[in-house]
């Protein structure tokens, strides 16, 4: 991705890009019910990798399965690219892990970005003292043979009610996770960077006691022209 867009995801909150999706019609692009394993107080960014699990059928998914080095799981930790999020489609169910803390510690000394499931992860608690962001639903102890067999890799999936294709820009924050189509990531990252510059004025004024009426939205002129003094005065 454009290392410039990067930088500027890295500072804009998953809120903001809501709401410069919601301009262009996009509504559902927020991952449902995923959360951070631990807060890492700053943004995860990179192109989407994928992983689909499907449903495990005992015949298929004895433990001996990983003694494959192609095992879907094992190969897609091995061959994520640099910088990129290993984004994962466990059906929306936590009751088997996608994953535990030796893969993800591999994937995070092979330069992944972030790594997240809209299942569980088990040891969630190793996992959220990791310096990667990992988000995932809940923990769960189960191994993913339990109930997921992998079966796909770097193919469009659904990940929490999210169609996610290879190549989308994954953001996460301390709140949640979002996915934005490549094609119009550099004009999202552009306008979320003006709304946080905007919306941190605003932050400013709303603390100093002024309404938000007129401010927020932009709807008086006079709000505008104090903005625009402020973001000189800012550096922004």
């Excluded at 990531?185 to 979320?192: G, P, S, T, Y």
């Excluded at 004025?201 to 401010?215: C, M, S």
Aim: net charge negative; with cysteine; proline share 7%.
């Amino acid at each position: 991705m454009n290392p410039a867009t990067r930088d500027k995801l890295m500072g804009v909150s998953v809120a903001t890009l809501c709401s410069a999706l919601y301009k262009r019609g996009l509504r559902n692009q927020t991952i449902q019910d995923v959360r951070p394993v631990k807060p890492k107080g700053r943004n995860m960014v990179g192109p989407a990798f994928t992983l689909r699990y499907m449903p495990a059928r005992e015949d298929r998914n004895p433990m001996t399965v990983f003694r494959n080095p192609q095992h879907p799981q094992r190969h897609a930790i091995e061959t994520c690219p640099q910088g990129h999020v290993l984004v994962m489609d466990s059906r929306k169910d936590a009751r088997a892990a996608s994953a535990g803390d030796i893969l993800i510690t591999r994937l995070m000394v092979r330069g992944g970005a972030g790594v997240v499931t809209d299942g569980g992860f088990r040891d969630a608690m190793v996992i959220g003292e990791l310096d990667i962001p990992a988000y995932h639903h809940r923990p769960s102890s189960p191994t993913n043979l339990t109930l997921h067999e992998a079966i796909d890799i770097n193919v469009p999936i659904g990940c929490g009610d999210v169609a996610v294709f290879p190549g989308d820009i994954v953001v996460g924050d301390d709140d949640s996770v979002i996915i934005i189509p490549l094609e119009i990531a550099d004009d999202i990252a552009d306008e979320a960077v003006e709304m946080t510059t905007y919306e941190d004025f605003v932050a400013e004024r709303v603390k100093a006691g002024h309404t938000i009426i007129g401010l927020y939205p932009a709807t008086d002129e006079n709000n505008l022209s104090i903005f625009a003094e402020w973001r000189k005065a800012n550096g922004r």
